[in-house]
């Protein structure tokens, strides 16, 4: 097991947001909802990044430039290269009868490609700005919330919930649908186990959200976290 | 002569990570199951990883049930690492230990994120050597105030070699709120900013203790592995690297012997003390203290 060093093909800005093109090389794209570990050039540790789309020879990451690593995959041009570690972790369930995504802010990264997987089912997507919200063109079918009103206002009955965002998002969309299936994130330093820094309260016990999640929930994989970690690092 | 760091890997996780090294040392097991500490538990700064992970394992009955039948079915030797806060407590893990078929125990003297048991390295390490066989070895941090007393004191109480080294205690602010990242505030500091950390303490503690050491500490390439095995080291073994190249054992082992050959060495351990002026002999690498590890280098 060892990381991929892949071509970066282009950085799109998507509104606030970039999205990150690579040369797939050999890598499988996985399962919507799983993520890779890229670590751009200077840094020395990967950063988590769901899969958004994964064009043909291509695997593709949205990613909110927050902080200096999230800087770092975004100011990334077309010629350099990233290691890539993955696909990680377990991705959403995707046998489900009435899907519905739900995603929040940078949250919706794993929604387009889940969509395009599960045939362009019905989207909710909050965002805290219409700037935040050009990134809604990303996922086909797509109805947007904007602040101050929340997507859980906007979210009915009846629908087998997918959903990707902050956590507050995430524990407001639990108590609405408590068999959604949500994808949580935390820092993590190697995605693969070996570093226990990604741990969330799972079921009154600390979990590695990298081998247990990041997607958590629904009828198959049991409880959510009670508390899940900050925002990955940045 | 390459190992993981103790509490870098999860060799049941990623059990082809471990098979690629020459031995896996576990994460440190103490007498009762601990949870670790609360989220957030790691941090990137500008020169290294901060972490408080805070030795979570599932005590010593239920890793002697479990998840010690698993690893030594894996291939390579097992070391132990134990913990505790008191000398009784690492002796009876180690007692429980020396009838298994681990390799060797290391006692882990330095974890940054529990009370320190530095003072306490002698008692220990007699206590320890009274109820095994077992090769032993003392991890340090480097961060005590007399490196060199408390490795001979270790020497002295028996241990048959020296792990160096641990984190380094650190702390990292979020730059917006001013408020520590970690949630116990702060950690231990590894990666590429205890490299010469660790080569002072492998350096000096090669040459007061003449003991086999396992040099640890921001290791990242062969080139960096050779330096510590110029300052004393006979084995190395990776810590943060391996969370972003889990491909690290077999790449690092490869560019160590070559960095060697390169070099004119007749195999990486024959540069063994190249730093100090004199080369000394492989006779006492930890391998064959442990009597179970053929070279792989």
């Given at each position: 097991?060892s ?7 282009g950085?799109e800005p998507?509104g606030p ?6 040369a ?9 909802g799983?993520?890779?570990m890229?670590?751009?050039p200077?840094?020395l540790l990967?950063?988590?990044?769901s899969?958004?789309l ?5 695997l593709?990451?949205l990613?909110?430039?927050i902080?200096p690593?999230t800087r770092?995959l ?10 890539a ?12 009868a ?6 929040g ?5 794993p929604?387009?490609?889940l ?5 362009g089912p019905p989207?909710l997507l909050?965002?805290r700005t219409?700037?935040h919200?050009e990134a809604a063109a990303?996922?086909p079918?797509a ?6 009103a ?10 087998d919930v ?19 299936q949500?994808?949580?994130e935390?820092p993590m ?18 979990a590695?959200l990298c081998?247990?999640?990041p997607?958590?929930?629904?009828r198959?994989?049991?409880q959510?976290p009670a508390?899940?970690?900050?925002a990955?690092?940045? | 002569m ?5 509490g870098?890997?999860?060799?049941l996780?990623?059990?082809?990570v471990?098979?690629?090294l ?5 994460k440190t097991v103490?007498?009762?199951p ?10 990137e ?7 408080s992970?805070?030795?979570p394992?599932p005590g010593?009955?239920r890793f ?6 698993r690893l ?5 030797p097992v ?5 505790g806060f008191?000398?009784?407590?690492y002796?009876?893990?180690?007692a429980?230990?020396?009838a298994t ?9 330095s ?11 002698t ?17 340090l ?9 408390v ?7 028996g241990?048959?070699g ?8 650190g ?7 001013l ?5 116990t505030e ?9 490299r ?6 492998v350096?000096?503690?090669?040459r007061?203790t003449?003991l ?6 921001g ?8 330096e510590?095995v ?5 084995a190395?073994a ?7 190249d889990?491909?690290?054992p077999g ?8 960095e060697?050959?390169r ?5 990486p ?6 730093a100090?002026?004199?080369?000394a002999?492989?006779a006492d690498?930890?391998e064959e203290?442990?009597?179970?590890v053929g070279?792989?280098v």
């Open positions: 097991m990381p991929s060093r892949l071509r970066v093909l950085v998507v947001y970039a999205l990150v093109r690579l797939r090389g050999g890598l499988d794209p996985g399962i919507p799983q993520f890779f890229l670590r751009p200077g840094l990967p950063r988590p990044m899969l958004c994964a064009p043909p020879g291509e593709a990451f990613v909110d430039p902080g690593g770092a975004a100011e990334l041009e077309a010629g350099e290269e990233v290691d570690l993955g696909p990680l972790g377990n991705g959403f369930d995707l046998e489900v009435r899907p519905l995504l739900v995603g802010g940078i949250g919706i990264a929604l387009p490609y969509s395009e997987r599960l045939g989207a909050g965002f219409a700037r919200a990303l996922v079918s109805e947007v919330v904007l602040e101050p929340y997507v859980t206002e906007a979210l009915e009955p009846g629908f997918l959903a990707c965002g902050p956590e507050p998002m995430l524990r407001a969309v639990r108590r609405l649908a408590p068999e959604a949500l994808s949580w935390a330093a190697c995605g693969y186990g070996a570093c226990y820094g990604c741990v969330v309260e799972l079921e009154g016990r600390l590695r081998v247990e999640g997607v958590l929930g629904g198959v994989r049991g959510a508390v899940a970690g900050k990955a690092a940045a | 390459i190992f993981n760091a103790s870098c890997l999860d060799a996780t990623a059990p082809d471990a098979r690629a020459d031995a896996f040392v576990t103490t007498r009762l601990r949870e670790g500490n609360p989220p957030v538990r790691i941090a700064t500008d020169v290294g990883m901060l972490n992970i805070g030795l394992n010593i009955d002697l049930d479990d998840a010690l039948p030594l079915e894996l291939g390579p070391w132990v690492s134990v913990g008191a000398a009784e407590e002796a009876d893990l180690c429980r230990l020396d078929d681990v390799a060797v125990l290391e006692l882990n003297l974890c940054p994120n529990v009370a320190a048991p530095e003072d306490e390295a008692a220990i390490v007699t206590a320890a050597r009274a109820v095994t066989g077992k090769p032993l070895y003392a991890k941090a480097p961060g005590l105030p007399d490196l060199p007393a490795a001979a004191a270790a020497a002295a109480a241990a048959d020296l792990s160096l080294v641990n984190t380094i205690r702390l990292a602010l979020d730059p917006a709120t408020r520590p990242r970690l949630g702060s950690g231990g500091l590894s990666g590429p900013a205890l010469p950390v660790a080569l002072a303490a350096h000096t503690a090669y007061v003449g086999p050491i396992v040099g640890m500490g290791v990242e390439t062969g080139a960096h592995a050779l510590l110029a300052a004393g080291a006979s190395v990776l810590g943060t690297v391996l969370f972003a889990p491909g690290a790449r690092v082992r490869s560019e160590l012997a070559a060697a050959e070099r004119g060495f007749d195999g351990l024959a540069a063994r003390g190249a100090h002026g004199a080369v002999s492989t690498a930890p203290a442990a009597g179970r070279l792989k």
